[in-house]
Each structure stands twice: as C-alpha cells, then as structure tokens.
C-alpha cells in the first residue's frame, strides 16, 4: 500500500461506509472508525486482486478472502495482516490440496469441469477446463489459465492482449512443459511430419509396395 493511501486512512477517512479511492488506483469499500478500516470491509489492489473480508485499525484481522482477476480465491484467517491459514479454490470451485492431489493425473485425466458436468460426447472432448473451448492466444505462446504467456516478451497478458503480470521465477519451465501452446504457422506445418525423414521413407516404401 503507497504512503498516500496510508495517509487518507489515517486522516480522510472519518465517515461511515465511505468508498476511498486514493491515487495510487487502489479503493475502499466498508467501515471506518478513528481513521482505520473496521470491520467488514472490501480493499481493492491496483493489479485486481481484491481482499473482502474482516478489517481491524486498518489490518486485515479475522476471516477474509483474497479474490483473485482470474476467479480464484484464497479463503483464509488473517492476524494482523499474516495470514494464519486458509485454502485456495480454483475459478471452478475445485480446491487446491497440498497432499493426497488427484486431480487430472494419470489415472484420472479428466478437467474439474468433466467432473462435476460428465464427458462432453464424441467430437467435443474438451482440451481446457472450459466448457466453451479453449481461448484464442496469438501464435508461438501458451496459455496459462488467466491469460496467456509470451516467450519472446517473458510476461503473462489477458486474452485481451493488455499485461496481465510479470513471469514468476518458477513458473517458465511448468508453463512451458504443462500449457496449451499454440504454434506458429511455419511451426504448426513442421509439426504436421511431412518434413520427418521416416515418414517419408515409410512413404516411398508404401509407394513402392503398390507400384510392385
């Protein structure tokens, strides 16, 4: 949080229920005492996050949400602004479990949607954990669920194309050996395997096989 707005909670914010928006493009929407944020309040972030939940002298203090641009939330106990404990649920309500993990492994591969929905019918298998199909990205990135990654730029945008956030240092190799990548034309044509030498000798072989 910018100095500013740590200055309008401490000294603007004097009325019941009022909404602050300081200039750091952040805001405020809940109860104010003595200058501090009380009770059950909703602070916006300036990247979208946004944390709704129990505020007490301006600290996140009790139960509160961190809810999440891409639909995820992180439901937690928060102590002086520490979180304390909580569980993170994905945008289709499937929670994340540090242990004893069985979603879409080996021996059940199928996308939380497939879970909860049933197996789309022939011809409609889903290859994202979207009912409506997977999200046009521009050719040679992958996408990563909340937008999509740029190699060449090393930064993650929205399905918009507007940034989104910066490359975690971990996340480079799981984005690019785990998501959906979307291949170049030139790219999509070598993949095809007419330019594979042993697809091309098994054809000349075949070919010749009729000719005899």
Not at 77 to 93: H, L, P, Q, T
Not at 110 to 120: A, I, N, S
Not at 169 to 198: F, L, V
């Amino acid at each position: 949080m910018c100095i500013r707005d740590r200055y309008q909670r401490r000294v603007h914010g004097i009325n019941q229920n009022k909404k602050m928006v300081s200039h750091c493009n952040t805001s405020y929407e809940g109860p104010i005492e003595n200058g501090w944020y009380q009770g059950h309040g909703r602070f916006k972030y300036a990247n979208g996050v946004i944390y709704d939940g129990e505020f007490d002298k301006g600290e996140f203090h009790g139960k509160g949400t961190l809810i999440y641009p891409n639909g995820g939330k992180y439901e937690a106990v928060w102590e002086r602004g520490i979180m304390k404990g909580g569980k993170y649920i994905f945008f289709d309500d499937l929670e994340y479990k540090d242990e004893g993990w069985s979603y879409c492994t080996s021996k059940d591969r199928r996308f939380y949607t497939e879970v909860k929905k049933g197996l789309r019918p022939d011809g409609k298998t889903l290859i994202t954990n979207d009912i409506n199909g997977p999200k046009t990205i521009p050719e040679g990135t992958y996408d990563v669920g909340d937008g999509y990654y740029d190699p060449i730029k090393e930064k993650i945008f929205d399905y918009n194309g507007e940034f989104n956030r910066e490359l975690e240092a971990e996340e480079k190799e799981w984005i690019i050996n785990k998501c959906r990548y979307n291949p170049s034309t030139e790219q999509a044509k070598k993949m095809t395997g007419d330019n594979d030498h042993i697809i091309k000798k098994m054809i000349e072989l075949n070919s010749q096989k009729q000719i005899q």
